[in-house]
Antibody
Framework: QVTLRESGPALVKPTQTLTLTCTFS??????????VSWIRQSPGKALEWLAR???????YFNTSLKTRLTISKDTSKNQVVLTLTNMDPVDTATYYC???????????WGQGTLVTVSS | QTVVTQEPSLTVSPGGTVTLTCAST?????????PNWFQQKPGQAPRALIY???KTHPWTPARFSGSLLGGKAALTLSGVQPEDEAEYYC?????????FGGGTKLTVL
């Protein structure tokens, strides 16, 4: 079955860089049409789409955050890594990764990981 | 800046029917924006319900349906159950990027 799990620090300081890893199983990012997306949700707020990486290494970013975001994949480890630079308390959120298919959209989600930005 | 708008809150009676909508500040929502709908309950990750405006996932209950209606994407719940009380989010595609709506809190009362 398809599973995804986010991992990374629970607490980061302002100005630091956040690095999150999504480890998945049940599908491959070498399969045509397969992608992984990152989404976040600040406490009590709406979902916010952050980025996506595709099987062919195409990358897409949230327009407002693209100067701070990078995304990469390691197909041998079934992992996708998201980095967000210059963290600020407003970046405090639960960060989700999700399997994405060009045909069925975002379908499977990880459980999410809460990241708090505080000095 | 692209904004996707949803009703902030709606209330429906058990067994009733309710339609949630999703609009874009850039114009009419068409199939090209590939609307997706998600349900999120407190403390849980979102769950996918609808993709490509009207297609359902294998786990989507039959009472949920999606459509394009009057320039918006729409999610209709028919025969609402108490367990449908949740936040609902739409997601629209703008080229390679995607934007979530602000969510609709659905109360079943």
């Amino acid at each position: 079955q398809v599973t995804l799990r986010e991992s990374g620090p629970a607490l980061v300081k302002p100005t630091q860089t956040l690095t999150l890893t999504c480890t998945f199983s049940g599908f491959s990012l070498t399969t045509s049409g397969m992608c992984v997306s990152w989404i976040r949700q600040s406490p009590g707020k709406a979902l916010e789409w952050l980025a996506r990486i595709d099987w062919d290494d195409a990358k897409y970013f949230n327009t407002s955050l693209k100067t701070r975001l990078t995304i990469s994949k390691d197909t041998s480890k079934n992992q996708v890594v998201l980095t967000l630079t210059n963290m600020d308390p407003v970046d405090t959120a639960t960060y989700y990764c999700a399997r994405t298919s060009l045909t069925t959209g975002i379908d499977y989600w990880g459980q999410g990981t809460l990241v708090t930005v505080s000095s | 800046q692209t904004v996707v708008t949803q009703e902030p809150s709606l209330t429906v009676s058990p067994g009733g029917t309710v339609t949630l909508t999703c609009a874009s500040t850039t114009g009419a929502v068409t199939s090209a924006k590939s609307p997706n709908w998600f349900q999120q309950k407190p403390g849980q990750a979102p769950r996918a319900l609808i993709y490509s405006a009207s297609k359902t996932h294998p786990w989507t209950p039959a009472r949920f349906s999606g459509s394009l209606l009057g320039g918006k994407a729409a999610l209709t719940l028919s025969g609402v159950q108490p367990e449908d009380e949740a936040e609902y989010y739409c997601l629209l595609k703008y080229g390679g990027t995607q934007v979530f709506g602000g969510g609709t809190k659905l109360t079943v009362l």
